[in-house]
């Protein structure tokens, strides 16, 4: 028995961005007067949409970010993935290898429809894709944790949610594919195992996927 879909996230699963994109946040919110590490910001925004960032931001000083935060930060993501991108390893072998055994799989990501494509195209890895594959939270205006955009991707690629696996790295990914009857598979080699709770399973080698899809589903 296998899955009809495989849902992938994108930042830290299929491309390496979690490290550019979370130092260039930590430094930007600390510009902005909002003291952030690079380990603060892999602890509270990972794997979050834009919205999440401002309004944990406002929660917790009562100041809003700039109306044009979002502009300014995802110019200077855009022009560091251009220049330091790369795909997470061993990514192509296994997108490769879900195509020969016949499985269809997806992009769906916290992040906007641009930077999925800008990350996408410097790896090398859009045409796996191709525009009708690639989900944002854009597409549902609820991110990660919520579900929805979890849902819209299997609904939208015909597979039942209950029939769906989710590879993730962050938290809020993981509570999102269970919050969507899906089961996730926890990517490690950023996260500790520890972090991902309700992961069906755990791997920290991109070579180690076909196998546990296969050996683990219920």
Same mark, same amino acid.
């Given at each position: ?10 930042? !830290? ?19 902005? !007067?909002?003291?952030? $590490? ?12 834009? /919205?999440?960032? /401002? ?36 990514? &192509? ?49 609820? !991110? ?34 269970? &919050? &969507? !009857? ?21 791997? $920290? ?14």
């Amino acid at each position: 028995m296998r899955y009809d879909m495989v849902i992938f996230d994108n930042d !830290g699963v299929l491309v390496d961005s979690e490290p550019i994109s979370n130092r260039l946040l930590a430094g930007y919110l600390t510009e902005l !007067g909002h003291p952030t $590490s690079y380990e603060d910001s892999l602890r509270d925004y990972m794997g979050s949409a834009m /919205h999440r960032i /401002h309004e944990l931001v406002l929660e917790r000083t009562g100041q809003r970010l700039p109306a044009d935060f979002d502009t300014t930060f995802h110019s200077r993501v855009f022009a560091a993935f251009r220049r330091d991108l790369e795909p997470v390893d061993g990514v &192509a072998a296994t997108l490769n290898g879900l195509r020969a055994d016949g499985i269809p799989y997806c992009v769906a990501s916290s992040g906007s429809h641009e930077r999925i494509r800008v990350a996408l195209r410097k790896t090398g890895l859009y045409d796996y894709f191709g525009e009708d594959r690639i989900f944002s939270s854009e597409d549902v205006g609820r !991110g990660k944790p919520a579900p929805d955009l979890f849902l819209h991707a299997a609904s939208r690629m015909g597979a039942a949610p209950g029939q769906c696996a989710v590879v993730e790295d962050s938290p809020l990914g993981v509570r999102a594919a269970l &919050a &969507a !009857g899906m089961d996730a598979y926890g990517y490690t080699a950023m996260t500790p195992a520890d972090r991902l709770p309700g992961a069906r399973a755990h791997f $920290s080698d991109m070579a180690e996927l076909r196998i546990l899809l296969s050996s683990t589903h219920k």
